[in-house]
């Protein structure tokens, strides 16, 4: 038995919080943790971490149903009339937009990864229809997503604006973030990763890193994120992990993290800003408000994550 297949097999947390559980390990975020994530905001500073919705731009390149949103006016200032007529002069503008629930900055749900037939506490992949998810879906957490968020620049550690394509960040290098930056995390936080792949964009237009091999997490970090029993994970590459680290497997890590413990994946955080400002004033935890959309169903979520020091 491989390394990682006795991880498959050893981790879980199916049946910790009952057989009916569909939080995860957000069942450790309490509301003594919201309170003691809020009492760190001291200079009510906020930092938008999620990528700016543009019609027809972004990182997806159309494969399966991953696009990147549509945007476009169905009411503009230059229209000669409106079909709602308002009196007195007045017009209107609106608009219409379409996207992937997972083709920009998002939350992985619970039942977005299933193996064996089997998602998240044992419920079946069945349970996910054409009519969305009866099980583990958005919904049912999307309220869930304020805690404590830490930062752990791993590009920064490395002395990199980005980590170089594959690599896979490992437990030895999340616990010298730790060190090298005067932070740990704990219980019920969501632990936010840098690889610095957002830095490679030049303004939004070039999207190449994100089309080929990408640095993020190897499949031995979910052992350290389980054993501290953190809330969530996010990064701002496309899936968290590294890519084609584990030959035979292309989601370990989403296997062990979404499907064995519950813990929920955010991808494509845009975390530049943020990091320096950590960077310049040494604090690296903060208060993170990241609802998710309240999708009936959904399998993921877009959100706009902030980060409040």
């Not at 009952?18 to 001291?42: C, P, Q």
């Not at 009510?44 to 990147?68: C, K, M």
């Not at 960040?169 to 792949?197: C, H, K, N, P, W």
Request: charged share 20%; glycine share 14%.
């Amino acid at each position: 038995m491989s390394e990682f297949e006795e991880l498959l097999h050893r981790l879980s947390n199916w049946g910790k919080w009952g057989d009916d559980d569909e939080l995860g390990a957000l069942n450790y975020i309490t509301a003594e943790k919201r309170v003691s994530a809020a009492g760190l905001v001291r200079r009510g500073e906020v930092f938008a971490l999620g990528l700016p919705i543009t019609g027809g731009q972004g990182p997806q390149r159309g494969i399966g149903s991953r696009v990147n949103p549509l945007h476009f006016m169905t009411a503009s200032g230059c229209d000669p009339s409106t079909s709602v007529p308002l009196g007195g002069g007045a017009g209107y503008t609106d608009d219409f937009i379409g996207l992937s629930v997972q083709g920009g900055t998002q939350w992985d749900a619970l039942c977005h990864i299933f193996y064996d037939g089997t998602m998240y506490n044992g419920f079946p992949a069945a349970a996910v229809t054409s009519r969305g998810a009866s099980r583990n879906g958005i919904d049912k957490v999307h309220a869930e997503f304020v805690t404590r968020g830490v930062l752990l620049d791993i590009a920064a550690l490395k002395g990199v604006e980005c980590l170089d394509p594959g690599y896979a960040i490992t437990t030895t290098d999340l616990l010298e973030a730790e060190e090298r930056q005067g932070v740990s995390f704990g219980e019920g936080d969501a632990v936010v990763v840098r690889t610095g792949q957002m830095s490679t964009l030049a303004g939004f237009t070039d999207w190449s890193r994100f089309h080929g091999v990408e640095a993020g997490l190897h499949y031995e970090t979910a052992v350290l994120l389980d054993e501290r029993g953190v809330a969530a994970v996010a990064a701002d590459n496309t899936m968290v992990e590294a890519t084609g680290h584990l030959a035979g497997y292309y989601v370990p890590f989403h296997m062990l993290a979404l499907v064995n413990l519950g813990i929920h994946l955010g991808e494509f955080w845009n975390l530049e800003e943020l990091a320096r400002d950590c960077a310049a004033d040494g604090v690296y935890d903060f208060m993170l408000v990241a609802q998710a959309l309240p999708i009936t169903g959904g399998t993921g979520s877009p959100l706009n994550p902030l980060a409040i020091k």
